[in-house]
């Protein structure tokens, strides 16, 4: 059983950057991909960005892809999500979660942390 955990959240001021980390414990992680999602108060969670394991391939949300970058360290099974030029509308929990195929759901999800901009 593999589980995730997020960290790195806290608090900035808009324009500044954060830097999370989901790091996996476990058995082995290979995942086809990890995944960063946020929920913020009232709001639906949505889809941040996603990073293939294997190949490293990306994906953003339109509201993200020119601020916020994915990476990853295989040998530490760890992704990192750099979050720069930070908006107010950034402000939520982030979540990190993997999924086994492009074609499955993400199933195993961290608690998440939080994320907060403010002036």
């Known amino acids: 059983q593999v589980s995730l955990e997020e960290s790195g959240g806290g608090m900035a001021q808009p324009g500044g950057s954060l830097k999370l980390s989901c790091t996996a414990s476990?058995?082995?992680?290979?995942?086809?991909?990890v995944g960063w999602f946020r929920q913020a108060p009232g709001k639906d969670r949505e889809f941040v960005a996603a990073?293939?394991?294997?190949?490293?391939?990306?994906n953003y949300a339109h509201s993200v892809f020119d601020r916020f970058t994915l990476s990853k360290d295989n040998a530490a099974n760890t992704a990192h999500l750099q979050m720069n030029n930070l908006k107010t509308e950034d402000s939520a929990v982030y979540y990190c979660?993997?999924?086994?195929?492009?074609?499955?759901?993400?199933?195993?999800w961290g608690r998440g942390t939080q994320v907060t901009v403010s002036p």
């Open positions: 979660a993997t999924t086994k195929s492009a074609y499955t759901d993400y199933d195993t």
């Open positions: 990073i293939t394991w294997a190949e490293g391939r990306t």
């Open positions: 476990g058995r082995t992680f290979s995942p086809f991909a």
